[in-house]
């Protein structure tokens, strides 16, 4: 079963007049991991889709959806996979690639069949990015071993941290679909300070990982216009172009990021001092 949110993308000065309501309406995704169910957001950033995949009892396919007008799901897209849960299979066009957590996989435009199972009780979570694609690119599974990691941050700043560039173009090729993982250590809780924005692309965030009872805050708008959301463990946040997209916890947490848009450079951002902000 696939289930389909859309969302239109906001105009920044509209942005600044939402409550916290409207704010969570237009920006949070909540409910991304749902028991043999396909969850997808289609939004009008860069025609992004971020989707949570929770297969239990049943093996799980991948169709196309009404808004993408074709026969199938990846006819003119790409697709990006992380799983955060237990051990997993996707099998594309009948090649299968087991994927643990924190394992990720790039589906080039073209494919039919993506067909995804969970291989033990510990059902598998995969969480899936998909960009619109002009060109075919092969199918590549990705771990750790080859991903390329960067350490940052320091402990006098909360913000000691690893970040595992999986689906970027230094590691596999894409359209314009990038993703990676970033792990806070223990005893620290910033994420992306000092904050950027970039106006050649949007991105997604999703926070995993997170310990009981415990909450993130979020922190995007312009950033003379600052505004915060509370997360929870498994839910999402759409950040605009316009946008910063920062966070802190109650405790430490992993996250996605994953970006679409005019090119592929990781480094390409508009950085804000931290006393810069508002």
């Known amino acids: 079963m696939i289930t389909t949110e859309f ?57 196309s959806i009404a808004y993408l007008k074709s026969e199938n799901f990846l006819d003119r897209r790409e697709l990006g996979i992380i799983n955060v849960g237990g051990k997993g299979k996707v099998t594309v066009d009948g090649e299968v690639f087991e994927l643990h957590k924190k394992e990720a996989l790039y589906i080039g435009s073209g494919a039919v069949s ?26 590549k599974k990705v771990t750790k071993e080859n991903a390329e990691i960067v350490h940052l941050g320091e402990e006098k700043y909360s913000n000691k941290r690893i970040i595992n560039k999986l689906l970027v173009n230094s590691v596999v090729e894409t359209c314009q679909l990038q993703m990676g993982l970033t792990e806070l250590l223990p005893g620290n809780v910033w994420n992306t300070m000092p904050a950027h924005t970039h106006n050649r692309r949007m991105e ?70 931290p006393n810069q902000l508002k």
């Open 114 to 139: 993506v067909l995804f199972s969970s291989s033990e009780q510990n059902p598998a979570l995969f969480y899936i990015n998909s960009a619109p694609a002009h060109k075919h690119f092969p199918t």
């Open 204 to 273: 997604a965030y999703f926070y995993f990982d997170l310990e009981d009872g415990q909450t993130i805050a979020h922190f995007m708008g312009e950033p003379e216009h600052t505004r915060h959301l509370f997360l929870q463990n498994n839910q999402a946040v759409l950040s605009p172009e316009w946008s910063i997209h920062s966070g802190s916890g109650t405790s430490n947490y992993s996250f996605i990021w994953g970006m679409a848009g005019e090119n592929l450079d990781y480094g390409d951002m508009d950085i804000v001092a």
């Open 7 to 63: 969302r239109y993308a906001s105009h920044p000065n509209d942005a600044r007049k939402y409550d916290t309501d409207e704010i969570r309406k237009q920006f949070l995704i909540e409910n991304l991991f749902q028991p043999d169910k396909i969850q997808l957001t289609y939004s009008m950033y860069d025609r992004y889709i971020v989707g949570g995949i929770m297969p239990v009892t049943e093996n799980l396919q991948l169709q």
